[in-house]
């Protein structure tokens, strides 16, 4: 059964940073894209960044909204996807997401996790 | 950016009757649109992707259709477990960006 589980969520002042882990299992991670998407509470999801596959060397791709602030990467021994964010503001107050790339790819989200909090206030 | 625009935000329905959902993008982004469910509890689930194509295990009741800016989902004779929110996304070009939301809620 293919599971991702984000962890690593809570309250973190402006201006802070914080590291986000998605525990991946039931599939071969080093085949799938990995993607971080946050939802603010009532409102859309923003896709803020995914990792390759190892076929495309793992490179990463970030939503302009969080590049230079966010950055992603994989343990591929454990199975770990990893968000790290640095410079928070109130505005990246939301339930963050981890999730695998569709099979057969196309930049969609097949499998998500339950989320995470992150409050970032003073 | 691509603007996702949904409509209706709100629509309330009875179990067997059929809903339509619009989702409007800003310019031209071909078939490559997502449909997306999402329940309190649950984790999101994939419906629709390229337009009209199923994702595995989506129920046949669901259907997407539109090409270009306008697109479409159906749910047909609706099923209690329908009921929840549900978000389109395009994904054509980055940054992949999703509609604001509909909230399909039992009459």
């Known amino acids: 059964e293919v599971k991702v589980l984000e962890s690593g969520g809570g309250l973190v002042q402006p201006g802070g940073s914080m590291r986000l882990s998605c525990a991946a299992s039931?599939?071969?991670?080093?085949?799938?894209?990995m993607y971080w998407i946050r939802q603010p509470a009532e409102k859309a999801p923003e896709w803020l960044g995914f990792?390759?596959?190892?076929?495309?060397?793992?490179?990463?791709?970030?939503n302009p909204s969080v590049q230079g602030r966010f950055t992603i990467s994989r343990d591929n021994t454990q199975n770990m996807l990893y968000l790290q964010m640095n410079t928070l503001r109130a505005e990246d107050t939301a339930t963050y997401y981890c999730?695998?790339?569709?099979f057969g790819g196309g930049f969609l989200f097949d499998y998500w996790g339950q989320g995470v909090m992150v409050t970032v206030s003073s | 950016d691509v603007q996702m625009t949904q409509s209706p935000s709100n629509l309330a329905a009875s179990p067997g009757e059929s809903v339509s959902i619009n989702c409007k993008a800003s310019?031209?982004?071909?078939?490559?649109l997502a449909w997306y469910q999402q329940k309190p509890g649950k984790a999101n689930k994939l419906l629709i992707y390229?337009?009209?194509t199923l994702q595995s295990g989506t129920p046949s009741r669901f259907s997407g259709s539109g090409s270009g800016t306008d697109f479409t989902l159906t749910i047909r004779n609706l099923e209690p477990e329908d009921f929840g929110l549900y978000y389109c996304?395009?994904?054509?070009?980055?940054?992949?960006?999703f509609g604001s939301g509909t909230k399909l809620e039992i009459k």
């Open positions: 999730a695998r790339g569709r």
């Open positions: 390229s337009g009209s």
């Open positions: 310019k031209s982004i071909s078939n490559y």
């Open positions: 990792i390759r596959n190892k076929v495309n060397g793992y490179t990463t791709e970030f």
């Open positions: 996304q395009q994904h054509h070009e980055f940054p992949l960006t």
């Open positions: 039931g599939f071969t991670f080093t085949d799938f894209y």
